[in-house]
C-alpha cells in the first residue's frame, strides 16, 4: 500500500494477479478499507446516535480514570522499551482495535508510540475520530515542528491513521505493531498474533463483575453478570498473561447522563422500552447513582520456541 494525502493505493504485490486497486481518502483524512463482502450490514458498527451519546458521556470524565489508567501502563510499556528486543531497530507502531470515535485513541497518542493506528468498522465514529485528530494536526498526513520553538525541546510526532475496516480481516503486514489495544472490542487471537511483532504487547479493557449493577437491575428482570476472563484461554496459545488490574468508579448521574450512558451501550436495545422509561423517569429530579467496575488486562505475545541446534 502506497499511502499519499489523497489517494492509498494497492501496488498488488501481494494479490495472485498482481491486480492494483486505490482507495480514496476522505476529506475528514480517514480511508476505507473495508470490502464490501466483510460488511454484515448497510451500516455496520456504531450509530450515529450511539456515537453522540459516548461521546457527551465520556468528555464529561465518567470514565476518564480508566483512560488515565491504560495510558499509564501503556506509557511505561513504551518507555522502558518494554519494546521487544527484535524490533529495538524499528517504529513503534500501535493499533487500537474497536477505536470508537478516539475518546481513548486521542490520549493513547501522547504515550511514546510513533503512529498510532486506529481501527473499526463503523464509519461514523472514524469520521470523528479522524475529524479531532485533524484538527489537532495529529492525522497522518499532518506535519508537525521537529521542536518546540521556544523551548527548543524535541516534540515527538506522533501520526494517527484513521482506517474503516475489520477486525478480523485487518489490513496490516503481518508482525507490523509493537502493541495492540481493545478496549470494549473484539478479541480475536488469530488477527492479533498475525499482526503483532514478536514480544508485542496486548492491552484489554472489559466490564468487571458488578459493572453498572443498580443500573441493569434497574432494567432486567434477570442480571447476567460479566465474565471478564473467559477470553483468557482462548488467548494462551499465543499471549501470557502479565498483569491484570481493576478499578472502580462512583457514577453519579444525571438525567441526560443516563440516558446517554443508555444509549451508547447495548442496554439501549436490550431492555424493555418500559423498564427504559420508567429508570429515567425516576431520576428526572435527582442524580442516578451507580458504580463503573473495570478491568485491565496487560498480555505478551509468547516467545515461539525455536528448534534445537543439531
Known sequence: MQPAADT??????LHPKQTTHPFDVARQGYVNLLPVQQKKSKAPGDSQ??????KRFLNAGHYQPLRALICQKMAELLAKNALPSKQTSTSVNWLDIGCGEGYYTQAMAQT???ALIAADISKPAIVELAKASKAKNSLWYQKKPASDSKSGASSKTVLIYPLVTSAAHLPLRAHSVTGISSIFSPILPDAFNEVLGDEGYLIIAK??????ATMREALFDSVREHDSDKFLQELAPYFTLLTTYKIRTELKLTADDLSDLLTMTPYAYRARSEKRQALLASVATDTFATEAKFVVYVLQKTPVAQPAAL
Do not use: K, T, V
Open 207 to 212: 466490564p468487571d463483575i458488578g459493572h453498572l
Open 49 to 54: 446516535a450511539s456515537i453522540e451519546a459516548r
Open 112 to 114: 511514546g508510540m510513533d
Open 8 to 13: 492509498w493505493r494497492c501496488d498488488g504485490s
